[in-house]
């Protein structure tokens, strides 16, 4: 009975063929989630936004989904692109396939992908990877119809998950598309009904005469799609849990045939999950506990943006910059994407870093700093080189410490309960 996540930083190779990454003493993984940005080294804020965000349980079971605004142009250029059997899409700046990657397999500690087409530069990236005997998972994609009100059953999954990390762009798979639409979420169901989630919707807008950001950030839906304009159009709502899977239902408007990405984590009851949010500290340096996951992790990932509120779509500055936090034990990264607001000619940037949070204004000037210090028994501690005084929401979720002792044994594996209240196993 095991269940290990961690995350590693790491940078695409530029030729094609197959790459391999591997964590030295850790075992083979079963899924995982990997982000590549444009940047070419850790801590250094690279020109030009550039996302690739995926996930893969199997060669056949994997999804990609890239976004692009280009830098220094007097008329914004951003586009947005997704494809399935592949893990990994980049496009280049100006909106052209550049890399892909398809999943090969998991190997002791890692993985190895084959890169179809070259990456024009060694990108950074991080990887996430779940593994453990008690771990089942699936990434796969669902595609909605053109009704409203809509309920889609996702089925064939053989497990009730406990977590589902979500994402989703416009349109149909393989084709690159102008506007950069980009949706991230996580699910949390408890084993008896209640499911927490939490998502953003975020578009660099395409062919304007200045940047034009938005960003929408729910805290009822799994997924949100924006238009052109902004507005929201609809949110994919994850509910009614089983034995073998979910049900996906369309809220404020009909889908119009898009599609939902995920990856489906199940842990069989052998550690606790959340999907949480928290504000940063109001003007206050220093150490902050962050409690809301109610459990002690050993592993965390959340969403950051500048937007304070959740169901009302932003524009201005604060729509400028989106990113995610990837924390385990040892590691800990922070993917950070901005495009500058009104700027006369687009100023778009991406960036990995090797710290908790180092959050940009859309200008690319840093507006908060934290470093991560500790996992608790409630959630986890940062400590805060730079804060501000409208502090801004996060979202995301957290994955139980492992505790081998209490975990093992027939006895216990015959009364363990997967009825999990924030996880919590019931013995």
Not at 81 to 91: D, E, H, N, R, V
Not at 175 to 191: C, K, M, P
Not at 328 to 336: F, G, I, K, L
Not at 344 to 368: K, R
Request: glycine share 8%; aromatic share 10%.
């Amino acid at each position: 009975m095991t269940v290990e996540v961690w995350t590693q930083r790491t940078a695409t190779g530029t030729s094609t063929g197959e790459q391999s990454f591997t964590t030295i003493g850790k075992p083979t993984p079963v899924a995982m989630l990997i982000e590549v940005t444009a940047a070419t080294s850790a801590d250094t804020i690279t020109a030009g936004l550039s996302l690739s965000y995926g996930a893969a349980t199997s060669a056949a079971n994997s999804w990609s989904v890239a976004s692009v605004a280009q830098d220094n142009q007097e008329t914004t250029n951003t586009y947005c692109y997704w494809q399935t059997g592949k893990c990994i899409s980049i496009l280049d700046t100006a909106g052209a396939l550049d890399a892909e990657a398809t999943f090969v397999s998991f190997t002791s500690g890692g993985m190895s992908i084959n890169f179809n087409s070259a990456p024009a530069a060694s990108y950074m990236m991080t990887i996430t990877f779940f593994s453990g005997t008690d771990v089942t998972a699936t990434a796969t994609s669902q595609q909605m119809g053109n009704t409203h009100p809509e309920t889609v059953s996702v089925t064939g999954l053989g497990v009730r998950p406990d977590l589902v990390a979500t994402c989703m762009t416009r349109f149909g798979p393989g084709v690159i598309q102008a506007n950069g639409y980009h949706s991230r979420g996580f699910v949390h169901e408890d084993g008896a009904g209640t499911v927490t989630q939490r998502s953003f919707g975020w578009n660099s807008r395409d062919n304007r005469a200045s940047g034009d950001p938005v960003v929408r950030l729910q805290d009822n839906a799994a997924a949100v799609q924006l238009l052109a304009s902004g507005v929201s159009d609809w949110h994919a709502d994850f509910e009614n849990f089983g034995a073998d899977g979910f049900d996906i239902l369309t809220r404020n408007a009909a889908a119009n045939n898009q599609y939902v990405l995920f990856l489906s984590l199940d842990f069989n009851g052998a550690v606790s999950t959340a999907v949480f949010d928290f504000n940063h500290p109001n003007n206050t340096d220093g150490a902050f506990s962050v409690t809301s996951p109610g459990i002690e992790p050993q592993y965390v990932t959340f969403v950051t943006s500048n937007h304070t509120v959740y169901g009302t779509s932003q524009n201005g500055n604060q729509a400028g910059m989106i990113g995610q936090v990837y924390i385990d034990a040892d590691n800990q990264h922070h993917a950070v994407y901005t495009d500058e607001d009104a700027a006369p000619t687009s100023n778009t940037s991406s960036t990995l870093n090797d710290s908790a949070m180092a959050q940009l204004v859309d200008d690319q000037s840093v507006n908060y700093t934290a470093s991560f210090t500790a996992f608790t028994a409630t959630g986890f501690d940062l400590n805060y080189t730079a804060s501000e005084a409208s502090p801004p929401l996060n979202f995301g979720m957290a994955i139980g410490a492992f505790t081998a002792t209490a975990n093992a044994g027939p006895l216990v594996d015959a009364i363990r309960l997967k009825s999990k209240v924030h996880g919590a196993l019931v013995r």
